[in-house]
């Protein structure tokens, strides 16, 4: 596997439900975020960790929960979400927290129910 | 507050020339991007900007004008493959990337 990969590509839950996505990045990268992407609408941060730590938190609901055990890899954990919150998430990397660019995965497509 | 503006839709035709607009208004600047995306696809980056002028790469540049706060990607010789979503990013003062909602550019045979 070479670049940003994540899983699931596709995920639908309901409410109640309790689900995890994952992120790997394999360019020896320090800086992971997610991202979340809704129709028309610009890409918002969610978080970001540098080195292992959160540096970031753009004021996201409790609901969604991240974690990331080393500079590798990166989780979101959900549950008990809303409608609302059926987007793309997206997941990226850098090298660096001030980066020239950021290198992307192919994203989960969530759908809440 | 900050805002990235730019065309939500665009349609050109297939050889042809086409400008994608993008203006912001940010708590300071530390560089602008541009990343394509194509439909259920990851963005990936086109351009960086952070002195004005024009840079060119191949059949796509990009012009940035700080005093202005205005950049554009311009494509040339389009092909069909170039139908995507072209999103513009600045980076701000704390370099933190503010992100404009995207233009779809449709291209025609």
């Known amino acids: 596997e070479t670049g940003v990969t994540q899983t699931p590509r596709h995920l639908v839950m309901g409410m109640t439900n309790k689900k995890s996505l994952k992120c790997e990045q394999h360019?020896?990268?320090?800086?992971m975020y997610w991202y979340k992407q809704s129709a028309k609408k610009p890409l918002e941060l969610m978080f970001v960790?540098?080195?292992?730590?959160?540096?970031e938190n753009n004021s996201v609901p409790s609901r969604f929960s991240p974690e990331c055990p080393n500079s590798s890899h990166l989780f979101l954990h959900l549950h008990t979400l809303q409608p609302e919150d059926s987007a793309l998430y997206l997941c990226?990397?850098?090298?660096?927290?001030?980066?020239?660019?950021?290198?992307f995965g192919p994203g989960t497509r969530l759908t809440v129910t | 507050g900050q805002n990235i503006d730019q065309p939500t839709e665009m349609t050109a035709t297939e050889g042809a020339i086409v400008q994608i607009n993008c203006t912001y208004q940010?708590?300071?600047?530390?560089?602008l991007f541009w990343y394509q995306q194509h439909a259920g696809e990851a963005p990936t980056f086109l351009s960086y900007?952070?002195l004005d002028g024009l840079e060119e790469k191949g059949r796509f540049s990009s012009f940035l004008s700080r005093s202005k706060g205005y950049s554009y990607l311009l494509l040339k010789e389009l092909q069909m493959k170039d139908s995507a979503s072209y999103l513009c990013?600045?980076?701000?003062?704390?370099?933190?990337?503010?992100w404009g909602a995207g233009t779809k550019l449709i291209i025609k045979p």
């Open positions: 940010t708590s300071g600047f530390n560089g």
């Open positions: 960790y540098n080195f292992k730590e959160q540096t």
């Open positions: 360019l020896g990268h320090n800086a």
């Open positions: 900007n952070v």
């Open positions: 990013a600045v980076r701000d003062s704390n370099y933190q990337l503010i």
């Open positions: 990226a990397s850098s090298q660096g927290r001030e980066p020239s660019e950021q290198y």
